[in-house]
């Protein structure tokens, strides 16, 4: 499976961004979606997943502010990301598992990543 993020730039506080990651491979063994972010000094973060039957985790940092949603028909998953704040300024990855977990233990896949900048 092949992973390429895109989407990420320089925004305003309380501005959005779609985050995209398309992907291409033996995707069918894919069982779960995930975004994770990684801030200057700080160890990667678990942002958001979703699983293959739908259901949908996030943060507690971004629960209200940030969407995750596949498009099937284009083999593609996005990252809405609302209310952004300098907080959230990070490289975002997208990434897949055969399992239903998301812990950064269990991806089997990782795109590259998108660098999103929050200005004050």
């Known amino acids: 499976v092949q992973l390429q993020a895109s989407g990420g730039g320089l925004v305003q506080a309380g501005g959005s961004l779609r985050l995209s990651c398309v992907a291409s491979?033996?995707?069918?063994?894919?069982?779960?979606w995930g975004w994770y972010r990684q801030a200057p000094g700080n160890q990667r973060e678990f942002v958001a997943a979703?699983?293959?039957?739908?259901?949908?985790n996030y943060a507690d940092s971004v629960k209200g502010r940030f969407t995750v949603s596949r498009d099937n028909a284009k083999n593609t998953v996005y990252l809405q990301v609302n209310s952004l704040k300098p907080e959230d300024t990070a490289v975002y990855y997208c990434?897949?598992?055969?399992?239903?977990?998301?812990?950064?233990?269990?991806?089997?896949?990782w795109g590259q990543g998108t660098q999103v900048t929050v200005s004050s």
């Open positions: 990434a897949a598992s055969r399992y239903l977990s998301d812990s950064e233990l269990a991806v089997d896949f």
């Open positions: 491979g033996n995707i069918f063994s894919i069982n779960n």
């Open positions: 979703l699983t293959s039957v739908g259901s949908t």
